[in-house]
């Protein structure tokens, strides 16, 4: 993450700490993604329990960006596009976060469903949605580190992906219920777990939109199209 240069090189090595920190924060999340995906494409538990652990090391490194993110505005008085920055950094820790959250529920329920050994899972679809997501968060902090508007509006319209598959998902998982009630707690674990990606995707489009913000000093004004036709969003 590029920043101007200032008087103080106290204030230039608060700011480049900041950056650092909420990079170190989306590495973690992705970590997170990554490996319950994995557990969720073979059903099996690949360390489950050490993902859900690690998540307090995702709320720590979070309370840490927050913490210091005041002590620069307390301190230093940032203007301009400093105060962006420490704004933004800010916010995205926030996201990031509640990102970690969701890969910690995935996981938890992940543990169920293999518990309740599922005859058919729509593993495919469930691992695009992850994939997608996951490059969705890994691309937007790349349009973090440059800056670049263009690349965070990209992020931002790709979430219309993620709303289709979900869409496929619940109404393939629903279908499942109604065929075999057996299965239905494993099932309703399920769709949870898709929603789960569902909102990670939206959480991706919300980092986007704060790098908007930190490139142009104003929010996207443009209306987000949302292809989600579940009874979630009713």
């Known amino acids: ?11 230039d090595q608060d700011l480049y ?6 990079r170190s924060l989306a590495n973690l999340v992705e970590r997170q993604l990554n490996a319950v995906t ?26 840490e960006i927050i913490e210091q993110a005041v002590q620069v505005i307390a301190l230093r008085a940032p ?3 400093d105060l962006r920055l420490v704004l933004v950094v800010q916010k995205i820790a926030t996201i990031l976060e509640r990102m970690g959250d969701y ?31 996951t490059k969705m968060l890994t691309d937007v902090m790349a349009a973090f580190d440059a800056v670049d508007a263009e690349l965070a509006i990209k992020v931002r319209n790709s979430d219309v992906i993620v709303d ?14 109604q065929e075999n009630s057996e299965q239905t707690v ?16 939206d959480y991706a489009t919300g980092i986007a939109e704060q790098v908007y913000f930190l490139a142009n000093g104003k929010f996207v004004d443009e209306f987000r199209p949302k292809a989600d036709k579940t009874s979630w969003n009713a």
Not at 1 to 11: K, P, R
Not at 116 to 125: C, I, K, Q, R
Not at 186 to 201: D, S, T
């Open 1 to 11: 993450m590029q920043s101007s240069h200032h008087t103080s090189s106290a204030f």
């Open 17 to 22: 700490e900041m950056s650092e920190k909420v």
């Open 38 to 63: 994995q557990s969720l494409s073979t059903l099996e538990d690949n360390g489950l329990d050490k993902l859900i652990k690690r998540d307090k090391k995702v709320d720590k490194l979070e309370s």
């Open 79 to 81: 203007l301009a596009e």
């Open 103 to 133: 890969a910690r529920n995935t996981a938890n329920r992940t543990k169920v469903i293999i518990a309740e050994g599922p005859e058919a899972v729509p593993v495919d679809e469930l691992r695009k949605m992850a994939s997608l997501t």
């Open 164 to 177: 289709k598959l979900h869409t496929k998902v619940h109404r393939s998982v629903v279908k499942a219920t």
């Open 186 to 201: 494993a099932n309703v674990h399920l769709l949870f777990i898709a929603k789960n990606f569902e909102r990670i995707g």
